[in-house]
């Protein structure tokens, strides 16, 4: 289900670094060493046994980061991110492992699309990724799509993301048929006629600039449908980057009914207000938009208490003459994929609004359970899927730095702490800083 | 060239030294909105001589860029550059590079490079002004971006007040009408919240923005009570900006039945304003727009005094330049 180039595994001991593993119960000083990939032995003073030494003296050494929600841009608009790029992308952020959304040109709703991709992802992918599948033909919300040998063919699961299914009766037909696909449904939650024209959070701030408003409602209206029809049919459904109050309230609910639901949220979400909007930079503008406070504070709570199982990024990156324009024109999106652990390092942990332990859990086993991808554990015997973070370095975040292919990020010329030193991915070294 | 004398300090814009704009009313302080009304006033006697030409931006260049159609407020600022001696240059979108799919960015590039002082600009996407702020190194005047703010159209209205009242504090002014898509009445409610009068938005509840309330107004969908205010502020129907099968309202005929200002609802001695154009018979029933408390030419003529206010306020601390005389030497 997650293809890379091949390459050959590393050997390697990170030295002396805080170990913080949260699901594995590990929180302390040690020395972790990889024999060909595989973690072989966790202690103190290890035996360098030849091995390359990483100096981690003062740093965090953690399971890798997975990102349920990237978007890759191939095929089609390969000018604003390849498989390639994209990857590189997330070892700069600390993953070890991505999925991406099929609304690619054409969309991924083949096998034949699926296959290319995949084709291509082990020719080049950096780090190991992973492809979603649409739910219905062109994401056009009207036919299934073939998704028992999308399923065989790799797919990771199936979304129509960017796109809401709209018609209840289709969304129904795709809950009742993933039974067969074995895969996850993940749903894009916007009702249009809501939503339609909006482009930020309905609120004083788009009453004041005058654009239109998205209410939250437009949102959790299709929360509560969607949850409704997974309950009646008894299937998982995932809801992805959850935005507003009313939509987690709905997800608790459906939780204290045993529903099988699992949710997202962005760092973007997670970290800003509409307040932000105020400076009309294109990079602040994304679907679903950033609300208010109270909405922002609801949405850290969930996470926190995991309501919400998983930090996504929704990286979605935009060519810069088509952000280059007027607010009101400009494209829905940012990125995300190498700024999430600093966003959220910045804005979370650092003002004390959540604990370390708990964004690591959420950005690496919490989103690979979702759609049961292996969980990176710091382990003997398991595949080495590290992060080594620098909590205290800081940095302004900088157009050039990017490896991604587009630099539509809501944190340029902001400076955030938090850097990513070391990412190892499936056992290889794929990110040193 | 004669050296700068500053005869009235309280005339000049503070000297910041950045590069000034005018793109929202939230930009400014009421000490800028004081300033502005003062230096129209001044102009305003300026005018009333036989030789109305000012020599005071003599050698500065002023761009209008109008994406959207517009009489008052494109004449205007030509106008109004005329009157200081500047050199002017309209464009409009129709018949240049815009109908060949030029970027605003590249058409603010492109007029950027004549080194203008000023790039007025009207753009019916909001967010244009900044764009061109951004790619450009001219002063830029927000003449209307989409449903966001249109500041010189508040600043006339508040001059018009002024003149009318001799005073602004305490007023209060009905805004009737489709303010959900109107850039002068955001802009408007913003300016007169600054000078503290009063402001109460009338109209369909489906037309009243959901949080409007924070900018420092009242609501209400009773037609009634423009009866207790000052002045009522007609907002055009903007027929052009109700998207299809929105259902903001049923009908105009229905509009102009329950929001309709007709002679019936305003009292004697009430003063009416309209930012034009009018749809007369719809929001505003031609027997009021022609009645004697009408101050509809008014604003038009406060709009010529207004932006070369802003002209002048902007160029008054520009970068480098030819200022060669005083407001005061002028005036």
Sequence with gaps: ????????????????????????????????????????????????????????????????????????????????????????????????????????????????????LIETAGLEAE?????????????????????????????AGFSDDGMPVTAPGLMRRALQYSA?????????????????????????????????????????????????????????VHVLHVSARESVEAVRVAHAAGVRATAEVTPHHLCLTDESVRSLDANLKMNPPVRSADDRAVL???????????????????????KEVPFEAAPFGVTGLETAFAALWTHLVEPGLIRLETLLQRMSSGPAGIYGLPEPRIVPGEPANLVLLDLRASRRVEEQAFRSRSANSWLLGERVTGNVKLTVAAGRVVHES | MTDIRVVRDDLLPPRTGERRHLISISDLTRDDVERLLATARSFARSLEREMKKLPTLR?????????????????????????????????????????????????????????????????????????VAQA??????????????????????????????????????????????????????????????????????TLIPRGIETMGCETSVEIDTIAAADVVYVLRMQRERMQEGANYVPSLREYTTRWGVTPERVRAGQKIMHPG??????????????????????QVRAGLLTRMAVLYDLLTTGPVGVKAQTLHEVA
Excluded: W
Excluded at chain 2, 164 to 192: K, M, N, P, T
């Design chain 1, 127 to 155: 780090i190991p990724v992973g492809f979603l599948a649409a739910i219905s033909r062109g994401q056009q919300g009207a036919e299934l799509t073939e998704m028992v040998e999308l399923a065989e063919a790799g797919a």
């Design chain 2, 59 to 131: 050698g500065r260049t002023v761009v209008n860029v109008f994406y959207e159609s517009s009489t008052r407020t494109s004449s205007s600022f030509e106008l109004a550059a005329k009157r200081l001696s500047a050199d002017t240059m309209s464009i409009k979108a129709s018949g240049s590079s815009v109908d060949k799919g030029e970027s605003l960015k590249d058409t603010a590039l492109t007029l950027g490079a004549y080194d203008p002082d000023v790039i007025v600009i009207r753009h019916p996407q909001i967010g244009a002004a900044q764009l």
């Design chain 2, 277 to 298: 154009p009018m749809n007369r018979g719809v929001e505003i029933d031609p027997r009021v727009a022609d009645a004697a408390d009408a101050l509809i030419e008014t």
């Design chain 1, 180 to 236: 067969a696909a074995g895969r996850p449904i993940a749903v894009h939650c916007e009702e249009p006629t809501l939503s339609r024209a909006g482009q930020m959070h309905e609120g004083a701030v788009s009453a004041e600039l005058g654009l239109t408003g998205y209410p939250s409602v437009a949102e959790s209206v299709m929360v509560e449908r969607d949850l409704a029809l997974a309950a009646y049919e008894q299937r998982p």
């Design chain 1, 300 to 322: 850290i709570d969930a996470l926190r208490d995991g309501t919400i199982q998983a930090v996504a990024t929704d990286h979605a990156p935009h060519a810069r003459h088509e």
């Design chain 1, 1 to 116: 289900m997650l293809f890379a180039k091949p390459g050959p595994p590393n050997d390697l001991i990170v030295r002396g670094a805080r170990v913080l593993d949260p699901g594995a119960g590990i929180d302390a000083v040690l020395d972790v060493r990889v024999d060909g990939g595989t973690i072989s032995e966790l202690g103190s003073r290890l035996d360098p046994n030849a091995h390359r030494v990483v100096d981690g003296e003062g740093l965090v050494l953690a399971p890798a980061f997975v990102d349920p929600h990237v978007h890759l841009r191939t095929p089609g608009r390969e000018d604003e991110e390849t498989i390639a790029s994209g990857t590189q992308a997330a070892a700069a952020g600390g993953y070890c492992a991505i999925l991406a959304m099929p609304n690619t040109d054409p969309v991924v709703d083949s096998s034949a699309v699926l296959g290319s």
């Design chain 2, 136 to 205: 450009t190194r001219a002063h830029v005047v927000n003449a209307g971006d989409g449903k966001h703010q249109h500041p010189t159209q508040a600043l006339l209205d508040l001059y018009t007040l002024q003149e009318e009242f001799g005073r602004l504090d305490g007023l209060h002014v009905a805004i009737v009408g489709d303010v959900l898509h109107s850039r002068v009445a955001r802009s408007l409610i913003q300016a007169l919240a600054l000078v503290e009068a009063r402001v109460t938005v009338v109209g369909p509840p």
